[in-house]
């Protein structure tokens, strides 16, 4: 047994290294004080992060530095405003469907809770799209509050599958219903996740968001897959650095809130 | 008012909510999308509104008796999606089982740091977790680096913008929808059958491919669809990691809509992709279903 067990713990091990280097190589890259190449290391530097906060640096002319600053807090002010009102706007909706739908079974449920689950399964593009076509065809304006609601749609299930669990214990009727639409996983995912996790999820969007911000409304993860299309520069291992940073804390609270009432 | 009108009063009232938001914002777009995918493409971009099946001719040509605006690239690149899809769901499987059972193994307390472990990465942001890759693959990146200093620069691959790039991309960011189904399946997994396999007679092999294997199909199978679907309509990691030489589905879509312009024959291939998940969702559920019956 024990010569079994032993390389299983050696890939164990090897996995999680594979998981956490890609992200670790960006926080280390965001403190490299190269400015010509910024792949090889040459010491240690906050300027990335002074420069995109809009601080005095000691980067001169070499790094052909561009100053993104104010576009840059225009999209964390987007991304911020979009995902508190997605959370509030969805935690309400979410919840008051499973409470609907959590008491006494009656003719309909399965239908309605297959309703809910089809938009976290549905791909994001073609989501992305639907709203695009749809928002244009009605002649709403693209912008935040266009995002708003296509992130409350895919919010309310996720707020929905996670505040069912929390009211039946251990539904075997929603396993069931979304088991039947492929969607067992998320029944599985939703033990590990929280409603203030909306807030995370929404922050994370790109894809849906990418179809519906218009012009004016560039979020967080936009900025940054466009100045990627352009190339990669250091600035971004220290945006990308932050993100993370904010991302991981707010991840961990949740999971560890969710650890103590299991 | 009796107590069943008042319980149906007041269900009416909490559903209506979602009931609203997901008809406006879900069902409604979904159609109109539906819709779009057989009307004729505006000379500037639009839609002319009246019947006209040869968007889907593009891309599927002569079965629908349509040879001039047929054009193999676009059959190719959606094969080509497909083709990734499975792969990048092989690979996911391949990487998580070990790792699943390891956790699944493990006593209580370090499993629950473990879990913890392997989930959190999940909360990173998408695109933070692609960029990653690009510093990895680039010519210049950390893995030629990696192979110069260790005195194996003649090895120096340039990986960026190939089809590999694009699978190993969508394997790290979609690990964690196969690990989870996973780990649920292997810990449900009584040791005591795989010891009493191993009691009768069989070879671990044989334990693992006629016991274990069997019994963590609903996992296997439930995190198959789910790293699936999202593979194939992916748009960001090809972009991003795969370059304007390995286009997929997404892209194809994300170009009509956004360049071209073209959003009836976009729409029509949202629909062909559409039809692809249905029948993986379906297959996926036909699968448990067997299995529960079996059970």
């Known amino acids: 047994m024990t010569l079994r067990v032993r390389p299983l713990a050696l890939y164990g091990s090897v996995f999680v290294l594979l998981l956490y280097a890609p992200i670790a190589l960006i926080v280390g890259y965001s403190f490299n004080a190269n400015v010509v190449n910024m792949m090889l290391w040459e010491g240690f530097t906050f300027d990335w992060y002074r420069a995109i906060l809009g601080l005095p640096t000691t980067l001169g002319r070499a790094a052909n530095h561009v100053d993104t600053t104010t576009s840059l807090r225009a999209a964390v002010v987007n991304s911020a405003v979009v995902a508190i009102a997605a959370t509030v706007v969805s935690t309400l909706v979410g919840t008051a469907a499973a409470l609907a739908l959590g008491r006494a079974p009656f003719r309909g449920r399965r239908a309605w809770q297959g309703l809910l689950v089809l938009p976290m399964v549905m791909p994001d593009i073609v989501l992305g799209i639907a709203l695009l076509v749809f928002f244009t065809t009605v002649g709403l304006p693209l912008g935040r509050g266009s995002i708003v609601v296509g992130h409350c749609v895919f919010l309310s299930s996720y707020v929905w599958v996670i505040v069912s669990a929390r009211l039946a214990g251990l539904s075997t009727d929603l396993e069931q219903a979304s088991a039947d639409l492929g969607a067992a996983p998320f029944t599985t995912f939703r033990r590990v996740t929280l409603p203030l996790l909306a807030f995370i999820i929404s922050l994370d969007d790109l894809v849906i968001t990418w179809f519906i911000a218009g012009v004016d409304a560039t979020t967080l993860p936009m900025f940054i897959y466009g100045a990627l299309r352009r190339g990669i520069k250091p600035e971004i291992n220290a945006m990308a650095t932050l993100l993370l940073g904010f991302s991981f804390v707010v991840a961990a609270t949740g999971l560890w809130l969710r650890g103590r009432r299991l | ?295």
Not at chain 2, 108 to 120: D, E, I, K, Q
Not at chain 2, 121 to 144: C, D, E, K, S
Not at chain 2, 227 to 233: K, M, R, T, Y
């Open chain 2, 1 to 295: 008012m009796s107590v069943a009108a008042h319980a149906r009063w007041r269900r009416r009232a909490l559903l209506a909510p979602a009931g609203l938001l997901l008809a406006a914002a879900f069902v409604g777009p979904l159609l109109l999308v539906a819709s779009f995918s057989v009307l004729e493409p505006g000379l500037y971009g639009g839609v002319e509104w009246h019947w006209y099946p040869y968007n889907f001719g593009r891309v599927l040509g002569a079965p629908l008796g349509d040879v001039e605006e047929f054009d193999a690239a676009y059959a190719t690149t959606l094969a080509r999606s497909v083709k990734l899809a499975l792969l990048v769901t092989l690979v996911s499987v391949a990487v998580c089982y070990p790792a699943a059972w390891w956790v699944s193994r493990l006593p209580p307390r370090r499993r629950a740091l473990a879990l913890f472990v392997v989930t959190l990465p999940f909360f990173a942001n998408l695109i933070v977790r692609v960029y990653a890759w690009m510093l990895i693959l680039r010519p210049t990146g950390v893995l030629n680096l990696v192979l110069a200093a260790l005195g194996a620069g003649d090895a120096a691959t340039d990986l960026m913008y190939t089809e590999a790039a694009v699978v190993i991309g969508l394997v790290y960011v979609l690990l964690p929808f196969m690990f989870l189904p996973l780990y649920a399946s292997i810990e449900k997994l009584d040791p005591a059958l795989l010891a009493a396999s191993r009691d009768l007679g069989a070879t671990p092999a044989q334990t693992f491919v006629r016991v274990a294997l069997p019994l963590t199909l609903p996992g296997i199978v439930g995190g198959a669809a789910i790293v699936f679907i999202p593979a194939l309509g992916n748009f960001v990691v090809p972009s991003l990691l795969g370059g304007s030489k390995v286009m997929l589905a997404g892209n194809l879509i994300e170009q009509q809509f956004l360049a071209a312009r073209n959003w009836p024959f976009g729409a029509a291939l949202a629909m062909l992709l559409l039809a692809f998940v249905l029948v993986v969702m379906l297959a996926a559920a036909w699968r448990r279903g067997t299995r529960g019956a079996v059970a």
